[in-house]
């Protein structure tokens, strides 16, 4: 009985939901939303234009600054692995006073 009520609610809640996710996708039409899809693509047809405009400049996008993608990386990185260091050196002091007095 309770796996009838479960598909059930199943198939009620699915139809009711899926529409709105499908929506939310690209271009909702709500309010909030100033660009059409015509505004967007002249702002990608600008972008590209600029682009090749400026060959060598890259994508714009800041790999090696503190907020860039390897920036972030090593911080994160060097972080996580003080703590590691710290756990590590921890754990080798309590093993050599363990060795000189066994706690019981």
């Excluded at 996708?25 to 939303?33: A, E, K, L, M």
């Amino acid at each position: 009985m309770k796996k009838l009520a479960y598909g059930l609610l199943v198939a009620v809640l699915i139809p009711a939901v899926l529409p709105q996710l499908v929506f939310a996708q690209q271009y909702g039409g709500y309010p909030g939303n100033a660009m059409t899809l015509e505004q967007d693509l002249e702002l990608a047809k600008k972008r590209v234009e600029l682009v090749k405009e400026h060959p060598g400049d890259g994508s714009g996008t800041p790999f090696l600054s503190a907020n860039g993608i390897v920036g972030a990386t090593l911080i994160s990185g060097s972080i996580f692995g003080g703590i590691f260091v710290a756990f590590v050196a921890r754990t080798k002091h309590f093993e050599k006073l363990q060795k000189i007095r066994p706690v019981p």
